[in-house]
């Protein structure tokens, strides 16, 4: 029976990226282990030194920033219409998502003052350009956003403050025609994010009621859909059937890359496409 891992030297062979049997190595003494550390230390350093000098002489980019061009373009070609609304969203807007005192949401929202807020989704701002691109194109018609949302989730392995949305929607579809395309949409999306197996299970939502879940194998929720007529269809003077999923990039990314902690995944100062910057 030997000693293992200080908690120290563990979190940082987790930051460098130690795989799981190293970090269950255990040693018969301090001395051992310390030396070992030490070795260990400086192999992963020099391995993620080489992965960043990788980058630079390769794609040069995020795994963030290309599976968003990479969604971008899929969807464009598969005849989606992008929209970019701001960031900022004022009250109104979001109590017409029924997000209001007593809302479970209302409590994760950061204020920026009493009538602004950063938004925590995407589904206001999308229903405010809907209804008047509803107005002007023939139906069906679908668009979608890609960026950033906020939400004071507790900062586990699973959630961030900021995290990147990808939510689209298609209006004005035959009604029995809803579930079929929910689903070729979410079949869109996980492919094209590399995300090759998922299971889809239905849950209750405290925005939308009924949703259609995009959970991967380790049971790591991708993405959420919902379909209408809906009772907050009415806010907005809509009254065209809709599909719409919204998924999470940073969680398709730890699923895509098998990575269990999103914040390696997302919008660091720590890390560049999932290196450790302190090597
Ligand atoms: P969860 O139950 O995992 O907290 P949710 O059901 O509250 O998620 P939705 O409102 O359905 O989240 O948002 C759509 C998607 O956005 C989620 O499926 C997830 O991929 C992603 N997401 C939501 N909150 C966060 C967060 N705090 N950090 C990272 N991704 C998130
Ligand atoms: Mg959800």
């Not at 799981?20 to 030194?49: I, N, T």
């Not at 479970?104 to 950061?110: A, G, I, M, R």
């Not at 194998?217 to 907005?236: N, T």
Request: net charge neutral; proline share 4%.
């Amino acid at each position: 029976m030997g000693i293992t891992w200080s908690k120290t030297q563990k979190d940082r062979l987790r930051a460098l990226r130690a795989d799981g049997a190293r970090l269950a190595d255990s040693f018969e003494g301090r001395p051992q282990r310390d030396q070992a550390f030490q070795d260990l230390e400086g192999a992963l350093a020099k391995a993620r030194r080489k992965e960043l000098e990788d980058l630079r002489a390769g794609h040069g980019r995020p795994g963030l920033c290309r599976l968003q061009t990479t969604l971008e373009g899929t969807l464009v070609g598969a005849g989606f219409v992008q929209v970019a609304t701001p960031t900022i969203m004022s009250r109104g807007l979001l109590a017409k998502m029924g997000v209001t005192k007593n809302h479970d949401l209302f409590e994760q929202v950061f204020w920026l003052d009493r009538d602004r807020c950063l938004r925590p989704m995407l589904a206001p701002h999308l229903y405010y350009v809907i209804k008047d691109l509803l107005r002007l194109w023939e139906k069906p018609l679908g668009i979608f956003e890609v960026g950033s949302c906020f939400r004071k989730d507790s900062q586990g392995a699973r959630h961030s403050n900021e995290f990147t949305m990808l939510n689209l929607c298609e209006f004005g579809l035959p009604e029995e025609d809803r579930g079929g395309r929910l689903r070729e949409m979410a079949e869109v999306v996980t492919r094209a994010a590399g995300v090759h197996e998922y299971e889809l299970e239905e849950s209750a939502s405290t925005v939308y009621g009924g949703t259609l879940d995009v959970v991967s194998v380790d049971g790591l929720e991708l993405g959420s859909g919902a379909m209408g007529p809906h009772p907050l269809d009415h806010a907005w003077r809509i009254t065209d059937t809709w599909v719409g999923i919204g998924f999470g990039l940073e969680r398709l990314l730890m699923t895509v890359n098998r990575e269990t902690s999103i914040g390696k995944m997302g919008r660091s100062l720590a890390y560049l496409d999932g290196i450790p910057l302190s090597i």
